[in-house]
């Protein structure tokens, strides 16, 4: 049996420019609620955010995923509620070459994922708790889009919006991310002088500019 509900446009293009440049980790800063403790980037450098399309499956079949690419919109992201399988991997190339041809902006998987070196070939931003060979099924049974799911003990909703870059993932309500937004924003803003008051941001190019020195160099923490 499956359950199909309205996709749900939560974030707005205002959040969307609002949190282009935000952080994860800045965010970090400010709330423990939202992070997906123990997802990782399935390569980076990487970027993701959006609107979360939600799906549960039953463990072996994954079918609930095709449907909710039928209502997926350009730039939401598909978030996978694996129902505790973290074996089995739901998402591989061809899903993904599905996905790309959606220009959905990027998956959370609470399970695992496989065909690593195509995905990370193609660059579609992916998280997940691990890599795996098991993969699940296309059976047709049952499951869920556009309902509540639950990743890493995080409840996410159908619209929520998913900021994700090289440190990780966070999932914001909608409706208070503004705030949080703003902060953040001005978090980073204050970051960026307090490196040019210290001249920081000159050091950083420099290295950038020769890395290979600075790994050559030993030294304490």
Same mark, same amino acid.
């Given at each position: 049996?499956? *359950?199909?509900?309205?996709?749900?446009?939560?974030? &707005? $293009?205002? +959040?969307?420019?609002?949190?282009?440049?935000?952080?994860? !980790?800045?965010?970090?800063? +400010?709330? @423990?609620?939202?992070? /997906?403790?123990?997802?990782?980037?399935?390569?980076?450098?990487?970027?993701? /955010?959006?609107?979360?399309?939600?799906?549960?499956? %039953?463990?072996?079949?994954?079918?609930?995923?095709?449907?909710?690419?039928?209502?997926? #919109? %350009?730039? @939401?992201?598909?978030?996978?509620?694996?129902?505790?399988?973290?074996?089995?991997?739901?998402?591989?190339?061809?899903?993904?070459?599905? =996905?790309?041809?959606?220009?959905? =902006?990027?998956?959370?998987?609470?399970?695992?994922? &496989?065909?690593?070196?195509?995905? &990370?070939?193609?660059?579609?931003?992916?998280?997940?708790?691990?890599? !795996? $060979?098991?993969?699940?099924? !296309?059976?047709?049974?049952?499951?869920?889009?556009? &309902?509540?799911?639950?990743?890493?003990?995080?409840?996410?909703? %159908?619209? @929520?919006?998913?900021?994700? @870059?090289?440190?990780?993932?966070?999932?914001?309500?909608?409706?208070?991310?503004?705030?949080?937004?703003?902060?953040? #924003?001005?978090?980073?803003?204050?970051?960026?002088? *307090?490196?040019?008051? +210290?001249?920081?941001?000159? /050091?950083? $190019?420099? #290295?950038?500019?020769?890395? =290979?020195?600075?790994?050559?160099?030993?030294?304490?923490?």
């Amino acid at each position: 049996m499956f *359950r199909i509900e309205p996709r749900v446009q939560g974030v &707005t $293009a205002e +959040l969307l420019e609002l949190y282009e440049h935000i952080s994860p !980790s800045t965010i970090g800063h +400010l709330t @423990d609620f939202g992070f /997906l403790n123990g997802l990782q980037p399935l390569f980076r450098p990487i970027r993701l /955010l959006g609107n979360a399309v939600t799906v549960r499956i %039953p463990h072996i079949d994954a079918s609930a995923i095709r449907h909710a690419f039928e209502l997926a #919109q %350009p730039g @939401d992201i598909i978030v996978v509620d694996m129902s505790g399988d973290d074996q089995r991997a739901c998402w591989g190339e061809f899903v993904t070459y599905a =996905a790309l041809d959606k220009k959905i =902006a990027g998956a959370i998987i609470s399970g695992s994922v &496989t065909d690593v070196r195509p995905i &990370t070939q193609l660059r579609f931003p992916l998280y997940s708790k691990g890599i !795996s $060979a098991l993969t699940t099924r !296309s059976l047709q049974l049952e499951g869920e889009v556009n &309902t509540p799911v639950s990743v890493s003990g995080v409840s996410i909703q %159908p619209g @929520d919006l998913i900021v994700g @870059d090289d440190d990780g993932v966070f999932v914001i309500n909608p409706l208070h991310a503004r705030e949080l937004g703003l902060i953040a #924003q001005e978090k980073q803003h204050k970051e960026q002088q *307090r490196r040019k008051e +210290l001249g920081y941001d000159k /050091l950083f $190019a420099a #290295q950038a500019d020769h890395p =290979a020195a600075t790994n050559n160099q030993g030294g304490n923490n």
